[in-house]
């Protein structure tokens, strides 16, 4: 004990040798075993997806605590600390907590490194470190959120889960997962077990022929949700966001556009939950809608003026920005909004320019705290050219930052107390910003 109460875990999880991600099965294979395989005596929800993956887990985790279970919620990455990646019901795993499940992960992972050559990396001690927490407290159930990929995936290490929710699927991390929406679509749908049944969003041909290939192929039965099914009320201020799904009412306090549609998502997954004996009641279900919380994705963070932190960290992610605008602002709100932006220099952001251009007052532009980050200057330069194409550049101020809160504080000021300052571009960069309100 006395060993455990002078270690760090989370400098331990953090080192940075391991933090490369290399992806890969037999090192989780390996660690999970020498831990005892912890996660056969766990049943998950397991979601993949490019967009919506969080919000989806944070509705189903909610739903299912609502409905009196005992919910693990595992997610990345962080968005304020650490111990935010492991959670039950809702709460943080505790410091104490997180010691005794790295003490018991720590020496596990150093025998697989002494026998292979080979140290789990970051991830992987953080899904094994999820799960023997997971276990050690007895959840009834785990929403098991993909961090890359689905296919070669460290939590791809589970038995058939009691679904598979695949959220959309975009292009992004296309280095490492292909150049196509197909060939995306297979490394998500790898998370498709043998019997489970699937939940998919209903994805563009291209990826939905990959789906439905993978779960025929494996006996898997098929959920779709219908759309036209969902009836979103027109957003009233900035506090609440009314909905009906198949005739039922819900109400969230995630805003963003899409948040009804990641909500009918879940309450899909919900119902093929409830045909496997999950017992989860429609007040459940409304419920967990309603107290379900996610920072960062279009958050309103702050009034006078209206200040908006979101995740958006690709073009998907930065259309659905410009569709929450619009319906929050109204066309009167067009070029009426000043941007803090700072992005990864792997993602398409010429493309998250363009997407959210026609709202933007003027942007300023910073380099998040990210050895993957985009130099300032750089996304400065590209954000003037994409404006120029539009012949915008001399119309759009846009002013190069040191650092995320000097990006938000100027975007605040430039908005004045009646604007709408909205940062995005990266989830890496909310805590800083969220720090400096």
């Known amino acids: 004990m006395e060993d455990v109460c002078r270690f760090d875990p989370v400098a331990w999880i953090n080192t940075p040798r391991w933090q490369t991600s290399r992806l890969g099965l037999s090192r989780m294979v390996d660690l999970l075993e020498r831990l005892g395989r912890p996660q056969d005596d766990l049943r998950f929800v397991h979601v993949a997806g490019t967009n919506g993956k969080g919000s989806v887990c944070a509705y189903l985790a909610s739903v299912l605590q609502a409905a009196g279970y005992k919910v693990g919620l595992f997610t990345s990455p ?3 600390c650490f111990e935010e990646r492991i959670r039950v019901n809702g709460e943080n795993i505790r410091a104490e907590e997180l010691a005794r499940a790295v003490a018991a992960v720590r020496p ?4 697989v490194e002494a026998d292979t050559g080979d140290h789990p990396t970051e991830f992987e001690l953080m899904a094994a470190v999820a799960f023997e927490h997971f276990r050690a407290v007895g959840c009834d159930i785990v929403v098991l959120e993909v961090g890359l990929g689905g296919r070669l995936d460290a ?3 589970i038995d058939a889960p009691e679904a598979s929710v695949v959220c959309r699927i975009g292009l992004d991390h296309t280095d490492l997962l292909g150049d196509t929406l197909a060939a995306i679509a297979g490394e998500k749908a790898g998370i498709v077990k043998e019997g489970a049944p699937v939940v998919s969003w209903p994805q563009d041909p291209e990826a939905m022929a990959v789906i439905e290939a993978v779960a025929a192929e494996r006996g898997c039965e098929l959920f779709v949700p219908d759309f036209a099914d969902l009836n979103v009320e027109p957003l009233e201020g ?10 039922r009412p819900f109400e969230t306090r995630l805003l963003g556009s899409y948040q009804p549609f990641n909500a009918a998502l879940a309450l899909t997954a919900v119902d093929v939950l409830c ?7 429609d007040e459940a279900a409304a419920s967990g809608i309603a107290s379900a919380r996610w920072p960062g994705r279009f958050e309103v963070v702050g009034t006078s003026p209206l200040t908006i932190v979101d995740g958006g960290h690709n073009p998907q992610g930065a259309e ?4 929450s605008l619009a319906d929050l602002l109204g066309g009167e709100g067009r070029a009426s909004v000043d941007f ?3 992005v990864l220099a792997d993602k398409d952001y010429r493309a998250m320019v363009r997407a959210v251009m026609p709202w933007a007052r003027s942007f300023s532009v910073y380099a998040p705290t990210s050895p993957r980050a985009l130099a300032a200057d ?4 590209c954000v003037r050219e994409v404006l120029g194409e539009e012949s915008q550049a001399d119309d759009v101020p846009v002013r190069v930052c040191s650092a995320p809160a000097d990006a938000l504080s100027a975007a605040r000021d430039a908005a004045g107390p009646e604007g709408c300052a909205v940062a995005f571009g990266t989830l890496y960069a909310i805590a800083d910003l969220m720090a400096a309100l």
């Open 340 to 342: 803090a932006l700072g």
């Open 320 to 323: 659905a920005l410009a569709a």
């Open 378 to 381: 750089e996304l400065a330069a």
């Open 275 to 281: 045909g496997r004996g999950w017992a989860i009641s």
């Open 155 to 157: 939590t791809n290490v």
């Open 238 to 247: 900035a506090a609440l966001r009314r909905f009906s799904w198949k005739g």
């Open 108 to 111: 596990a992972a150093e025998a």
């Open 78 to 80: 962080f968005i304020l």
